[in-house]
């Protein structure tokens, strides 16, 4: 199993240009979840997802942010226009249906917008 | 409600002594509870999990935790640090009635002398 696909795992990018970061669960899991990590913040949660359907976008920061599950192997976060505060690292996961199953991680996508 | 409180944000050791993670949580119902370690620039990976059966659970590398409902505690140990258990560890609470939502606590960074 190749686990969870995160790409691209690093992106530079210039404040006001739009990112797409890209997700690919397990095969089997029904659930997904986006998670951003910076020094100042520790581990925040942006947005999960179940069978495909949004579940609590709470974490969202702001308007700019965006995600979106189309099917149930890709998943794609979207950043638009970016800011130099947006840089992070973007993690995303899944999870099986089972109840108290663990999140399975993938490596993350370093962000840095300039 | 469910929430994580590790008690320590550094923790340092010297190379062949015990290790101590401190973590307290809070939950509605019984928890399906986490240790995750992150090594730098890494994504993170399950060293250990509790989900109602044995009280001492025993994770990878060494590592090990025991839940102790009394005292709403789950600390994660090692009877001997090795310089590469350097990282940062996470102790988390899972909501099983939320499609497996994590509670994250705020992290211990470990640091191994030699």
């Known amino acids: 199993d190749a686990g969870v696909i995160q790409s691209p795992r690093h992106e530079v990018t210039e404040m006001g240009q739009e990112v797409t970061l890209r997700c690919k669960p397990i095969?089997?899991?029904?659930?997904l979840f986006w998670y951003r990590q910076t020094m100042m913040r520790g581990l925040e949660l942006l947005i999960y997802?179940?069978?495909?359907?949004?579940?609590?976008d709470s974490g969202m920061p702001e308007d700019r942010f965006s995600a979106k599950m189309p099917n149930a192997s890709f998943s794609t976060l979207k950043i638009q226009p970016s800011e130099p505060r947006d840089s992070a690292v973007y993690f995303c996961?899944?999870?099986?249906?089972?109840?108290?199953?663990?999140?399975?991680f993938g490596p993350g996508t370093r962000l840095t917008v300039l | 409600a469910q929430s994580v409180t590790q008690l320590d944000s550094h923790v340092s050791v010297s190379e062949g002594t015990p290790v101590l993670l401190r973590c307290n949580y809070s939950?509605?119902?019984?928890?399906?509870l986490f240790w995750y370690v992150q090594h730098p620039n890494k994504g993170l990976q399950l060293l250990l999990k509790?989900?109602?059966?044995?009280?001492l659970v025993k994770g990878i590398n060494g590592f090990e935790a025991e839940f102790k409902k009394s005292e709403t505690s789950f600390h994660l140990t090692k009877p001997s640090a090795h310089m590469s258990d350097a990282a940062e560890y996470f102790c988390?609470?899972?909501?099983?009635?939320?499609?497996?939502?994590?509670?994250f606590g705020s992290g211990t960074k470990l640091n191994v002398k030699p």
């Open positions: 996961a899944s999870s099986p249906r089972s109840v108290g199953n663990e999140q399975f």
């Open positions: 509790y989900t109602s059966a044995a009280t």
């Open positions: 997802f179940n069978n495909n359907v949004p579940i609590d």
């Open positions: 095969s089997g899991h029904n659930s």
């Open positions: 988390v609470v899972s909501d099983m009635n939320n499609f497996n939502k994590f509670y």
């Open positions: 939950s509605s119902y019984s928890p399906s």
